[in-house]
T-cell receptor, first 112, second 109 residues
Framework: DAGITQSPRHKVTETGTPVTLRCHQT?????MYWYRQDPGHGLRLIHYSYGVKDTDKGEVSDGYSVSRSKTEDFLLTLESATSSQTSVYFC???????????FGQGTRLTVV | GQNIDQPTEMTATEGAIVQINCTYQ??????LFWYQQHAGEAPTFLSYNVLDGLEEKGRFSSFLSRSKGYSYLLLKELQMKDSASYLC??????????WGAGTKLIIKP
């Protein structure tokens, strides 16, 4: 299994505060993704990265930013958390474009 | 727009066979994936189809018809541990994965 670690695993934060979620991989995969998963919806792509300092927006990027300064780390920041960002966040990595994605354990974020 | 449809929930009996369908409309096609996700856990890869036909992997098989925009996941000899959500995802022309909402499979003894 790919070594993908997300931190923290659980977080409760207040509306309006900034929050950073971390994804760390030990597989040297080029591609990294941040998704959110909500009941009744499929996984929705927030941001993705094709390499160091090479990131792009997904379908639900508003209110989120990312950074990738090293191959192994992909950070997701909620600039000012809102209740609508309460969700489970998954990081995923891919070795090549048309191969399977490997997922981290997820981060359950609650914004109160 | 892009759309992946799969049933919300299915129920089956231990030892039986179940087929989970997935239909899709996407901008281009670079393959279809099936993932399994147990409650509270991460999705894990089950199968990948890029050409028409059936791919068999132990108790699990996956079928693809590109002309019909249709796939199914077939699970045989169901076990209680197969109770999970099954996610269908299509890789579009930009190599982005488009995900269905998942099918929750309930296995009864």
């Amino acid at each position: 299994d790919a070594g993908i670690t997300q931190s923290p695993r659980h977080k409760v934060t207040e509306t309006g505060t900034p929050v950073t979620l971390r994804c760390h991989q030990t597989e040297n995969h080029r591609y990294m993704y941040w998704y959110r998963q909500d009941p009744g919806h499929g996984l929705r792509l927030i941001h993705y990265s094709y390499g160091v300092k090479d990131t792009d927006k997904g379908e639900v990027s508003d209110g989120y930013s990312v950074s990738r300064s090293k191959t192994e780390d992909f950070l997701l920041t909620l600039e000012s958390a809102t209740s609508s960002q309460t969700s489970v966040y998954f990081c995923a990595t891919q070795d090549r474009e048309n191969t399977e994605a490997f997922f981290g354990q997820g981060t359950r974020l609650t914004v109160v | 727009g892009q759309n992946i449809d799969q049933p919300t929930e299915m129920t089956a009996t231990e030892g039986a066979i179940v087929q989970i369908n997935c239909t899709y409309q996407t901008s281009g096609f670079n393959g279809l994936f099936w993932y399994q996700q147990h409650a509270g856990e991460a999705p894990t890869f089950l199968s990948y189809n890029v050409l028409d036909g059936l791919e068999e992997k132990g108790r699990f098989s996956s079928f693809l018809s590109r002309s019909k925009g249709y796939s199914y996941l077939l699970l045989k000899e169901l076990q209680m541990k197969d109770s999970a959500s099954y996610l269908c995802a299509v890789m579009d022309s930009n190599y982005q994965l488009i995900w269905g909402a998942g099918t929750k499979l309930i296995i009864k003894p």
